[in-house]
């Protein structure tokens, strides 16, 4: 099966990282080291516990410089494994494998790691109700990939672009002159999803009557969180966000809000431990 994702094109995906790593003469080291006819097989597996993340794609570099590689895929991307669990098998050509070795590590070992925080943050809050959001704190030109690593790890993606729904933060509201002001002309622009930063109790009632339709409740404590949730009474969903961790994340979603957003699950994720041993066949 073809993998796909909206606005993600595998094939120059490949292309370019490999061409970031091969420079003007290729893989000098191989071709020197390495009979061209040789062939290899491997095994690729974690050495810790994870959440699997980007199979396809790191499949995707070894296929590229050997189009007849045999690739045995063991587990598939959203599984939770042990350490030492075995993740895909691969025989062909010994230079094509080598070469696309470290390209294929780097990006399951990214994608993964962000899976398996991911899926730490969403057990963390198991039975709350509340449901786990990413953010648009992604690398460079990895958003797409990044936020398909936190959906494999149980999250729910946020905005992927800023044109999926307005937000709008301090800075819009200084300039508007205030947040009413500033939620008043999103809606006038007749923009359908409107979420609305707000930082203190007295903000949300404006926010509400001038047409927001999501609050995003930045940087208060437990018990303000409580307070604001119960003013808001449903009428729309609620965004706690700011600084949550592993420690306090549980407390925040047990105050009843809709969502919890966490940047660090792309901004900090630590990379899996994932490793690939060849032998000559």
Same mark, same amino acid.
């Given at each position: 099966?073809?993998?796909? /994702?909206?606005?993600?094109?595998?094939?120059?995906?490949? &292309?370019?990282? /490999?061409?970031?790593?091969?420079?003007?003469?290729?893989?000098?080291?191989?071709?020197?080291?390495?009979?061209?006819?040789?062939?290899?097989?491997?095994?690729?597996?974690? *050495?810790?516990?994870?959440?699997?993340?980007?199979?396809?794609?790191?499949?995707?570099?070894?296929?590229?410089?050997?189009?007849?590689?045999?690739?045995?895929?063991?587990?598939? $991307?959203?599984?939770?494994?042990? &350490?030492?669990? $075995?993740?895909?098998?691969?025989?062909?050509?010994?230079?094509?494998? /080598?070469?696309?070795? %470290?390209?294929?590590?780097?990006?399951?070992?990214?994608?993964?790691? +962000?899976?398996?925080?991911? %899926? &730490?943050?969403?057990?963390? +809050?198991?039975?709350?109700? &509340?449901?786990?959001?990413?953010?648009?704190?992604?690398?460079?030109?990895? *958003?797409?990939?990044?936020?398909?690593?936190?959906?494999?790890?149980?999250?729910?993606?946020?905005?992927?672009?800023?044109? #999926?729904?307005?937000?709008?933060? #301090?800075?819009?509201?200084?300039?508007?002159?205030?947040?009413?002001?500033?939620?008043?002309?999103?809606?006038?622009?007749?923009?359908?999803?409107?979420?609305?930063?707000?930082?203190?109790? $007295?903000?949300?009632?404006?926010?509400?009557?001038?047409?927001?339709?999501?609050?995003?409740?930045?940087?208060?404590?437990?018990?303000?969180?409580?307070?604001?949730?119960? /003013?808001?009474?449903?009428?729309?969903?609620?965004?706690?966000?700011?600084?949550?961790?592993?420690?306090?994340?549980?407390?925040?979603?047990?105050?009843?809000?809709?969502?919890?957003?966490?940047?660090?699950?792309?901004?900090?994720?630590?990379?899996?431990?994932?490793?690939?041993?060849?032998?000559?066949?």
């Amino acid at each position: 099966m073809t993998f796909t /994702l909206e606005r993600f094109d595998l094939d120059r995906f490949v &292309a370019e990282t /490999l061409a970031e790593d091969l420079g003007d003469h290729g893989d000098i080291t191989s071709a020197a080291v390495i009979p061209a006819e040789a062939r290899f097989r491997g095994v690729m597996d974690s *050495r810790n516990a994870i959440v699997v993340a980007g199979l396809p794609i790191a499949e995707a570099f070894f296929r590229a410089l050997d189009p007849d590689v045999a690739i045995e895929r063991l587990v598939e $991307d959203g599984a939770r494994v042990p &350490a030492g669990t $075995d993740l895909i098998r691969l025989t062909g050509k010994a230079r094509a494998l /080598l070469t696309a070795e %470290r390209s294929a590590l780097n990006t399951l070992q990214h994608l993964s790691g +962000i899976a398996t925080l991911t %899926r &730490a943050y969403v057990d963390a +809050i198991a039975g709350t109700g &509340a449901i786990l959001l990413d953010t648009r704190k992604t690398i460079p030109g990895l *958003r797409v990939l990044e936020k398909y690593a936190t959906r494999m790890g149980g999250a729910q993606n946020h905005r992927m672009r800023l044109d #999926d729904a307005a937000m709008i933060k #301090d800075n819009h509201v200084a300039v508007a002159g205030g947040i009413e002001e500033a939620t008043r002309r999103a809606a006038a622009a007749g923009i359908a999803r409107i979420i609305v930063e707000v930082d203190r109790i $007295d903000q949300i009632e404006p926010a509400l009557g001038a047409g927001a339709t999501h609050l995003l409740l930045d940087n208060m404590d437990v018990a303000v969180l409580r307070e604001a949730v119960a /003013l808001v009474a449903g009428r729309v969903p609620t965004e706690a966000s700011g600084g949550v961790t592993l420690e306090t994340i549980r407390a925040k979603a047990e105050t009843g809000v809709t969502y919890i957003s966490v940047g660090r699950l792309t901004q900090s994720a630590p990379a899996a431990d994932i490793g690939l041993d060849f032998e000559a066949v």
